[in-house]
């Protein structure tokens, strides 16, 4: 969310009920899902600097299939900024069962900013169970604000992790606790076709020299490139075509803005994107491994356009939220991307609360205009 708007947190007192459900009994509900899990031992993790890691080891990273007819849906939440208890939420709740009734998708990410306020358990929750309680696989990558109302950053993972068909799997060892892979296999199984990363972006510089918001560290950069080389490995030396997902947009967002007039943007443009003031290099790995077709933020909640820059799609999810924070950019709603197998490119849209849906684009198709 955009520092240059002032940002308003609740503080409740209600008592809540706990409906937390096991990791073993969310696990044997993905079998009976279908959720094939992948043996993490085929990557094993690295420390910065390159040596091998064997410890502690790491439960399997989830594996999903196309359907039948060779489509996948991800309809991807951001900024719900919901707080239990307050009427303003109401209309983040209504927008996120709306999206998951009318896409009927097959994953949900939400890329953070998922509570604005106590209590951070029930309002976690609360925003997210209707996905849960439509048996949706769901991966949640924290934002800046989800470990500021009583819980930290690890507590308000496990309970999330603690949800039925949540997919999150941590990895340990590097920065954040919500980085992750999920892979998506074809129809019939067995052959990997697209890979899904989620990043966590952390809150601000640890940095007493840089200000600002928190950068995608060093460490977890390492871990998406042995990732992604083991991933080329499997697939005989071709990079298999994948998408990233996290919070805060990095600086070349700004950069195909301002910057470079080669970039073609569809969609709103309502504010500056609110970047970490340095970069730490990531997209210049995601180019070197040759793998991510789009990197797919929130946290600026005027702004839902997708731009391709430099051969890759810079976009932002549509602000899912309420008027616990502001929100210019009305009404709210979710981007949905739709991959096909066999195909690399993708299509994306819009769907608005209420009113169905818009930018409906084929990625790279109907980018081909050059500024």
């Not at 950069?221 to 994948?242: D, K, M």
């Not at 939220?321 to 502001?326: E, L, N, P, R």
């Not at 684009?361 to 050059?370: C, H």
Request: aromatic share 12%.
């Amino acid at each position: 969310m955009s520092m240059k708007k002032k940002e308003r947190s609740v503080r409740l007192d209600e008592q809540h009920s706990d409906r937390t459900i096991g990791r073993r009994t969310f696990l044997k509900r993905s079998v009976q899902l279908g959720l094939a899990g992948w043996a993490a031992a085929t990557f094993p993790r690295i420390s910065w600097g390159g040596e091998p890691v064997t410890e502690p080891a790491q439960e399997p990273f989830p594996d999903l299939k196309f359907r039948a007819d060779g489509t996948f849906k991800i309809l991807q939440l951001t900024d719900t900024h919901y707080v239990s208890g307050d009427p303003r939420s109401r209309r983040a709740l209504l927008n996120v069962e709306e999206m998951l009734d009318s896409e009927k998708p097959d994953l949900v990410i939400h890329t953070g900013d998922v509570i604005f306020g106590k209590p951070a358990e029930e309002s976690l929750r609360e925003i997210l169970s209707p996905i849960a309680e439509r048996r949706i696989p769901f991966a949640v990558t924290f934002g800046n604000h989800d470990e500021e109302f009583g819980k930290n950053r690890r507590e308000a993972y496990e309970i999330v992790r603690s949800l039925p068909y949540n997919l999150n799997v941590e990895v340990p060892g590097i920065h954040g606790v919500s980085n992750g892979v999920i892979t998506l296999s074809s129809s019939n199984g067995g052959v990997k076709k697209w890979v899904l990363y989620l990043f966590d972006s952390l809150r601000h510089s640890p940095l007493p020299d840089i200000k600002g918001y928190d950068y995608i560290h060093f460490d977890q950069i390492a871990w998406y490139r042995q990732q992604s080389e083991a991933f080329t490995r499997l697939n005989g030396g071709t990079p298999i075509p994948s998408l990233a997902f996290f919070h805060i947009p990095f600086p070349e967002y700004i950069y195909a803005l301002r910057l470079d007039r080669r970039r073609v943007l569809r969609g709103n443009f309502g504010e500056e994107p609110a970047s970490p003031s340095v970069n730490s290099g990531l997209f210049v790995s995601m180019k070197e491994m040759g793998d991510i077709r789009a990197v797919i933020c929130g946290h600026d909640h005027d702004n839902d356009y997708a731009m391709q820059w430099n051969g890759m799609f810079l976009m932002f999810g549509r602000f899912s939220g309420c008027d616990t924070v502001y929100n210019d950019l009305k009404p709210s709603g979710a981007r949905v991307i739709e991959l096909t197998e066999g195909e690399t490119g993708f299509r994306s849209w819009i769907r608005v609360y209420g009113q169905g849906i818009t930018q409906d684009l084929r990625y790279p198709k109907d980018f081909e205009t050059v500024l």
